[in-house]
């Protein structure tokens, strides 16, 4: 299958600065890429769609000030997560779907952690 | 609105015995492919099996089966011949056919336990 990169695996950060985490998919374009939460135990939690060339789409609930989407080529969408507090902290996985099918390819996740 | 049912947080099951994970789903839609996915402790989402809803046929990728009824919204997996790298997270998803965003609505998961 596919190949989806995430970078960093783990981040730790200070609270009130900001972290960027990248996904890549890497051996295929993907206009659609998508954004998860997990909680320990707990099921994946669609945060937001990001669309190559245009606005990302949040779920509701989802601050769409603090969870800033960038998706500026067909194999990158990154998330920012600004002025992060501790409660922010969680596992985020991102997926991208391969054009024109229902086929999603998951990255292996980052765990940001907040102090 | 798409709502996908695992009503068993935890399974265990003895290495080599067969393991079945329930699933149940509600939605309106007649088209939409459905999907158990694995999360190891890597916590690496691993696609195990999909089942396209308009296929009355079972999928099967082998070791791994599911028992899909349509009409009663109902997509179980089955695990024959367990082994110990079968622990992990499942998670039923679906996918309706009709949209663009093919977004994915997964279940809470099933936290499977092979025993040695």
């Known amino acids: 299958g596919a190949v989806v990169s995430q970078h960093p695996s783990r981040v730790i950060c200070k609270s009130g600065t900001s972290v960027k985490i990248e996904c890549r998919s890497l051996?295929?374009?993907?206009?659609?890429m998508f954004w998860y939460r997990q909680f320990p135990k707990q099921s994946l939690m669609l945060m937001a769609t990001s669309n190559e060339g245009s606005k990302a789409t949040y779920e509701q609930g989802v601050e769409k000030d603090k969870f800033l989407i960038n998706h500026a080529s067909l194999t990158l969408s990154t998330l920012t997560v600004t002025s992060a507090h501790p409660e922010d902290s969680s596992f985020y996985i991102c997926?991208?779907?391969?054009?024109?099918?229902?086929?999603?390819?998951f990255g292996p996740g980052t765990r940001l952690t907040v102090t | 609105a798409q709502t996908v049912t695992q009503s068993q947080p935890e399974m265990s099951v003895q290495e080599a015995e067969t393991v079945t994970l329930s699933c149940t789903y509600d939605?309106?839609?007649?088209?939409?492919?459905l999907f158990w996915y694995k999360q190891p402790p890597s916590r690496q989402m691993i696609l195990v099996i999909r089942?396209?809803?308009?296929?009355?046929q079972n999928a099967t990728e082998n070791r791994f089966s599911v028992n899909f009824q349509k009409a009663a919204k109902s997509f179980s997996l089955k695990i024959s011949d367990s082994q110990l790298g079968d622990t992990a997270m499942y998670f039923c998803a679906f996918i309706p056919l009709r949209g663009s965003a093919r977004q994915l609505t997964f279940g809470s998961g099933t936290q499977l336990t092979v025993l040695p």
């Open positions: 997926s991208a779907k391969v054009p024109y099918s229902y086929e999603q390819y």
């Open positions: 051996d295929f374009q993907a206009t659609t």
């Open positions: 089942q396209e809803a308009y296929k009355q």
């Open positions: 939605t309106s839609e007649s088209n939409y492919y």
